[in-house]
């Protein structure tokens, strides 16, 4: 399957969407989503969210203040694995319930430059992995996973808002 590589830069989305105030004392210098689903042969994820990239690095944005001018980290996030309790070929519906991937803080001497496509060797900060599931009712999570508990409708932007939240709450000031 071809590399599905997209990114969304989002530098002047802060203020786009409603978030915690207490948020928003957090800099950043950028914000870059990849979603790269080449892992997985059957995943239809962009076939049905095709804006996940952007949506996500708007709701991260929307939770910090993005300076590109700022002696602040820069955060690349990359999701590798969407699916629905471990399926990766979404229904009809597209519903999901599980996101995957890693969060990286890079030096923030520059912005995110959305027309490079080089593998820089840029100094790396810090980095995780950041694993969510979102579960209705009682059920439990594999261990190391965060859990959400969204309403059945609304499992997109409650994994969106929730993974944004998590990534901005382990942001180091």
């Known amino acids: 399957m071809k590399y599905l590589w997209n990114t969304a830069l989002c530098t002047g989305l802060a203020l786009a969407f409603a978030g915690p105030l207490a948020a928003m ?17 059957d995943s239809n994820v962009l076939k049905y969210w ?21 002696d602040a980290p820069r955060l ?7 699916a629905i309790d471990g399926d990766t070929f979404l229904p009809d519906t597209g519903e999901f319930n599980q996101i995957e991937g890693t969060v990286v803080m890079h030096q923030g001497d520059n912005a995110v430059n959305s027309s490079s496509t080089t593998d820089t060797q840029e100094e790396q900060t810090g980095g995780y992995p950041l694993n969510m599931t ?30 944004a939240d998590t990534v901005v709450e382990r942001l180091e000031e």
Do not use: C, H, R
């Not at 004392?25 to 042969?41: C, F, L, N, R």
């Not at 709701?59 to 300076?67: C, E, G, L």
């Not at 690349?76 to 969407?82: A, Y």
């Open 76 to 82: 690349t996030v990359e999701i590798n694995k969407v």
């Open 134 to 163: 979102a579960i209705t009712g009682s059920g439990d999570a594999p261990e190391g996973w965060i859990v959400v508990e969204p309403s059945q409708d609304d499992f997109y932007n409650a994994l969106i808002n929730a993974y």
């Open 50 to 70: 095709p804006t996940l990239e952007t949506d996500l690095a708007a709701s991260i944005a929307s939770k910090v203040t993005v300076d590109d001018n700022a």
């Open 25 to 41: 004392d957090k800099t950043v210098s950028g914000v870059e989503v990849k979603a790269d689903m080449s892992a997985y042969e």
